[in-house]
């Protein structure tokens, strides 16, 4: 889809597979609704330093040895990862000890997709509960960009579209079936194994959309809360 009035484009590819090569120029916007997108705007909502993404678990772990007072959330396929503090379930972050502390986050497909990118300076962080606000960045920084929803190790991810879906409507000032789209979400196999886990109020706040204002953006390596 491109904004031809401005001769700027945005586009969307709906797993990070599909990112072009070489890796194009612009502003990156990378979807991971269920759950590192969504973690990362709550992280900093509760007040953390900063936010670091990992590829890999060994890095996020001497991440936390060598920084005081750090702390690691993550999760691989799904389940814990030894040595890290925290799932990245935001209702788990919000229980949490988060106030001025440096977080180092890990996650199967939201911070591989960030690797994949390269963390290019300004990534952008979306999900569904902050769409509008990405949208409005993006608008702002008025440059070629790309929507990327994660997926899953290859595959399309019901709930990861959805988000880019909606970004993408936003900042084209498109009307959009909401209730489509929420119950797309709702139906997902993810959100079916959130509540099949006792979470299922995980999804009724992702679906929640332009519920915040927050939206983190990459600075220097870090995710910090975009400032205009």
């Not at 904004?3 to 120029?25: F, K, Y």
């Not at 999900?127 to 606000?133: E, M, Q």
Request: a negative charge; hydrophobic letters at 35%.
């Amino acid at each position: 889809m491109t904004d031809s009035s401005q001769g700027v484009t945005c586009n969307r590819v709906d797993r990070l597979e599909d990112i072009p090569e070489p890796v194009p120029t612009g502003e990156f916007v990378v979807v991971d609704v269920i759950i590192s997108s969504t973690s990362i705007v709550r992280l900093l909502e509760e007040g953390a330093s900063y936010v670091k993404p990992f590829g890999s678990v060994e890095a996020a772990l001497e991440f936390k040895r060598e920084t005081d007072d750090a702390l690691l959330v993550g999760e691989d396929g799904g389940g814990p990862i030894e040595g890290f503090d925290l799932s990245p379930l935001p209702s788990v972050i919000a229980d949490a000890d988060i106030e001025g502390r440096p977080v180092g986050i890990r996650t199967s497909n939201g911070t591989r997709a960030m690797e994949r990118i390269g963390h290019a300076e300004g990534l952008l962080v979306g999900s569904t509960v902050n769409a509008g606000a990405v949208a409005e960045v993006l608008r702002e920084r008025n440059r070629d960009s790309l929507v990327v929803a994660a997926g899953r190790q290859g595959e399309v991810v019901t709930e990861d579209t959805v988000g880019a879906e909606l970004i993408t409507a936003r900042y084209h000032g498109e009307s959009i079936d909401e209730s489509h789209l929420q119950k797309r979400l709702r139906e997902s196999s993810t959100a079916e194994w959130l509540r099949e886990i006792g979470y299922g109020h995980e999804v009724d706040a992702l679906a929640a959309f332009d519920s915040s204002e927050t939206v983190p953006t990459l600075e220097d390596g870090l995710f910090v809360s975009y400032t205009s």
